[in-house]
């Protein structure tokens, strides 16, 4: 079982994580703006039950099969593989979140993943900021580190015409879905369909992440790591399992992140329904991962699971 990780596509070198500007970034500002004050204005003036029934439709597919499992998953982790359309139907709901085109999220992703694991880092990667700082430096500007790491993607994504397709028209990925919207529902369709979809998902994964390198509940730590995961419980649900951080510091390259009684995981679930149908295999959970001597359980919350390596390896 070949896994990629993150860190085989960042060569630190000289770099150095903790200098560095955070500049505003106006293609990412004003695109977040855009949406976020559309369905600000048009939200309540054009609410309707079917668009806001497109509206929680729209946002669980691509947050959970898209942005959960086909970017993060199976795309920035290798955490299982599957066939390559179903890779690109995943990896395409993940662009309509409204983020970034898949390229720019493994670099952007890859990067928090490195600077996060040094003994030290800059504060924006640990989200050190008070909330309302934060929010403006996460979704309204980017960090320029004065000594960046090399980023090296791997051939098979370099080579690839669709996600450079992707890349570079991940933002007018909406256009289409707009029209189609507009035709069946009119602005209100659009608004909650798009503008109120985009604005949510992507102020909802900063918001996720600003608590879950903040504070919140910890089975493990990464000693000599600068920033920990926590879990954000109250988001279980709603995040796909993306909010149980702790588990994924401990364990990044597990498909599964929900590992403990009462962690609801969807994006596992539909993992374990592809594997069902044929459409996922090699699947990695955590007795798959390489030993990490870093890693130290400080609570009780993996006793009783299934996953014996895993305790076997924190002893």
């Known amino acids: 079982m070949q896994l990629v990780a993150g860190s085989e596509r960042i060569d630190g070198g000289h770099a150095d994580p903790v200098k560095g500007r955070v500049l505003w970034a106006p293609a990412k500002s004003l695109w977040l703006g855009f ?3 559309s369905a600000a204005i048009g939200g309540p003036l054009l609410f309707s039950w079917s668009a806001f029934v497109l509206f929680l439709a729209t946002t669980a597919i691509t947050l959970c099969a898209g942005h959960s499992v086909g970017m993060h998953r199976r795309l920035i982790h290798g955490s299982f593989k599957c066939p390559i359309w179903l890779e690109y139907g995943l990896v395409y709901l993940g662009v309509l979140v409204g983020m970034a085109g898949p390229l720019g999220m493994i670099r952007v992703h890859d990067l ?14 640990g989200h050190r900021s008070s909330f309302l700082v934060d929010a403006w430096r996460q979704l309204h500007c980017e960090l320029v580190l004065d000594r960046p790491p090399v980023f090296r993607l791997e051939p098979r994504l370099t080579r690839d015409k669709v996600y450079a397709w992707m890349e570079r028209t991940w933002m007018w ?6 029209l189609m919207f507009f035709v069946l529902g009119g602005w209100s ?4 369909g798009v503008c109120a979809r985009v604005a949510v998902s992507v102020t909802g994964h900063w918001l996720v992440g600003h608590y879950a390198h903040r504070e919140g509940p910890q089975t493990y730590i990464v000693q000599g790591a600068s920033v920990q995961g926590h879990d954000v419980v109250i988001a279980g649900l709603i995040s796909m399992g993306e909010s149980w951080h702790n588990n994924h510091h401990a364990f990044p390259g597990s498909a599964r992140l929900g590992l403990h009684a009462g962690q609801v995981d969807l994006g596992w679930l539909l993992i374990k329904g592809f594997q069902h149908l044929g459409l996922a ?28 390596r895993r305790l076997a390896m924190l002893k």
């Open 281 to 308: 295999w090699d699947i990695v959970t955590p007795e798959h991962l390489p030993f990490r001597p870093a890693l130290k359980q400080v609570s009780a919350e993996g006793r009783g699971c299934t996953l014996g």
């Open 189 to 192: 369709w659009v608004v909650w």
């Open 35 to 37: 949406m976020t004050l």
């Open 173 to 178: 990925q909406q256009l289409p879905w707009a």
């Open 112 to 125: 928090r993943d490195w600077a996060q694991r040094q003994p030290d880092c800059h504060g924006y990667f």
